[in-house]
């Protein structure tokens, strides 16, 4: 005959209960995990409407301006009205490179399609450039990664204005002022472009690309 402390213990049940207690989380946890959700979301939602406001554009310009890419290239902005998420107006735009500046827009007005970003396309509507000036060609540093001078992202711009460009003699031998009518659209590697250019000052008379 077994001895009492010989007799086998059957926890089996015990356990079981244990481990189904453990299965189920309390109540409390999915409520916690909704309400982080919930906020989560409402804070995109804020920090989008809040981007669109003076100070998110004031916000925009500061990061564009602090943008190195390893190229040399920098871009600054003076302001941006009207929403960014539509119809947008950028005052003083300036291009430099590690010599200095070489190109400024004076004014510009847009209309694009900002969520075409989540597919790699930059979509513009219309642009309309006021007045800018294109001093000489940029010298920008060669990272050496890629050798196509098509960015790696699609463009469409289905409509362009340029009502005044002064190009400096770098560039057309002597200082002209031409104005500008096209359309372009870049996708996989290719570029379909089209160009009117009318010369102000009549001399270079007018080009069609």
Known sequence: ????????????????????RSR????WFSIAGLTLLLLLIAAVIGFAKWIDTENGHRFLIGRVASLQPSSGLRITIGSIKGSIYKRAQLRDVRFSD??????????ADLSWYPLAWFSKRLD???LHIGSAEFVRLPKLTSTGARKSILPSFDIRVMSLR??????????????HVVQA??????????????????????EIGRAHV
């Open 181 to 202: 009518r096209g359309r372009a659209d870049i996708r996989s590697g290719r570029a379909v472009i089209s160009l009117r250019a009318y010369a102000l000052d009549s």
């Open 24 to 27: 189920r989380r309390p109540p």
């Open 162 to 175: 340029v009502d005044r460009l002064a190009l400096g003699a770098a560039i057309s031998g002597k200082p």
């Open 1 to 20: 005959m077994a001895e009492p402390d010989d007799l086998p213990i059957e926890t089996a049940p015990a356990e079981a209960a244990g481990e189904g």
């Open 124 to 126: 513009i509507d219309w």
């Open 98 to 107: 590690g010599q200095g500046q070489f190109a400024r827009i004076a004014d």
